[in-house]
């Protein structure tokens, strides 16, 4: 084995990948978790929560100056030039924090919005609006869920975007579009139908379609179990004859699949990643807790219950990290499509992973778990949202099993 690599069994990863993960790990110790707090108050004193905390943009310098910035990105032009099995534990780490992603300009919807930019974007709309995504001044949003079809089959989409002479208009309600209540967002992609007559994974365009635009409307900010994970957001917006000029499309008219397949896959992987930094940290906590507390004359860590919890904790998260890395290296190697038996298990398994985890933990801190003084319930929401992002858990399923018996059949 060449001498700059370092074996992690079952996978190997560089050591220039090593390296940045233990600079990564101290910047989030020195910087990201002390930060928390302030930036929860920091939204809780404001008169608008629809502001950015100052801490953020003070972290994400310091990222930036310690070059711990676009780490995502495979291009190392553009960023760390990593490869989905290279960034794994990278976004792991992130993820332990629910502010830790956004430090790094390696949040979503940004990550994958500046993915489908850089694969499939003029150069014109690069210039525009990749490099102020990458520089991370601007945000973005990805507007495809709509509240009036069901939108886990994407092909119900219905809003229109219609050619009328040197301009698209763009027509029609979205929803879940996260990101578009951030007061630094100022561009949307949006799918919708543009040729109606085409097959049926043909019909369907993507367009960028700048936040302040006539006829955009942003109706509501919609809450994720009572939380509205300010200053980021999901709103519900309206598309009311928008008119944006050609140059705005995506690759060509009735290329929104080809787009969303290119997009979703690392995507996807993505929150899986992030979900297990989450439930280890949930685990690390878990442990902490339960040895620093008492109950009917002994340690809750002595306990069988407990350790129970704790051990099957530990063997799940250990099964979705692999199972993850394994999903890494199959797109790595074989690409998106091949690896999208892969991908559906893992984004059935992670998420749920992270629920049950983060459940035994709000359980072993009790009603300190389902507060605010920790990160145990806002996590649990979002591990549970995770579960529809992207695609609910039921299609996830219904593609994989129909795949696992064309195989074995």
């Not at 500046?114 to 690069?126: A, C, F, N, T």
């Not at 790595?332 to 559906?344: Q, S, Y």
């Not at 992973?353 to 990160?375: C, E, H, K, P, T």
Request: hydrophobic share 40%; charged share 20%.
């Amino acid at each position: 084995m060449p001498d700059d690599r370092i074996t992690d069994l079952p996978f190997q990863f560089h050591a220039d990948t090593r390296e940045l993960l233990e600079r990564l790990t101290a910047f989030m110790q020195e910087h990201v978790y002390p930060a928390e707090q302030q930036y929860r108050d920091s939204l809780a004193a404001g008169d608008d929560r629809w502001q950015i905390p100052p801490v953020m943009e003070e972290m994400k310098k310091l990222a930036r100056d310690a070059g711990l910035w676009n780490l995502f990105m495979s291009d190392s032009a553009l960023g760390a030039g990593l490869d989905n099995l290279s960034y794994a534990p990278l976004a792991e780490q992130m993820g332990r924090s629910l502010i830790g992603a956004e430090v790094f300009n390696c949040s979503a919807p940004d990550t994958g919005n500046m993915e489908v930019l850089w694969r499939y974007g003029s150069e014109q709309q690069k210039k525009q609006w990749l490099e102020p995504l990458l520089e991370g001044t601007i945000r973005s949003a990805f507007c495809m869920t709509e509240p009036a079809v069901a939108s886990s089959d994407a092909t119900n989409i219905a809003a229109t975007i219609t050619r009328d002479g040197d301009s698209y208009i763009v027509n029609g309600q979205k929803w879940w579009s996260s990101g578009a209540m951030d007061p630094r967002c100022k561009i949307f992609i949006v799918m919708g139908i543009s040729n109606p007559d085409n097959s049926r994974h043909q019909q369907h365009s993507m367009i960028l379609v700048p936040v302040d635009t006539a006829g955009v409307d942003i109706i509501r900010a919609l809450t994720v179990f009572g939380y509205d994970d300010a200053p980021h957001g999901h709103a519900e917006i309206n598309f009311d004859n928008v008119r944006v000029t050609a140059d705005m499309l995506i690759l060509g008219e009735g290329r929104g699949f080809e787009i969303a397949q290119g997009r979703l896959g690392p995507g996807r992987i993505h929150h899986c990643m992030r979900m297990i930094g989450l439930a280890q940290r949930a685990l690390e906590s878990m442990c902490q807790r339960a040895s620093s507390r008492q109950a009917f004359g002994k340690s809750l860590s002595d306990m069988g219950s407990i350790r129970q919890l704790i051990a099957k904790s530990a063997a799940e998260i250990e099964q979705a990290r692999l199972l993850t890395l394994n999903t890494a290296a199959k797109i790595d190697h074989d690409g998106n499509k091949a690896a999208r038996n892969a991908i559906a298990m893992i984004k059935v398994v992670a998420p749920k992973m992270a629920q049950r985890v983060l459940d035994r933990a709000i359980q072993v801190f009790g009603g300190a778990g389902v507060s605010q003084d920790y990160f145990l319930a806002h996590a649990w929401a979002a591990a549970r949202s995770i579960r529809i992002a992207d695609g609910p858990d039921e299609v996830h399923l219904a593609a994989l099993g129909k795949w696992v018996i064309r195989e074995h059949s």
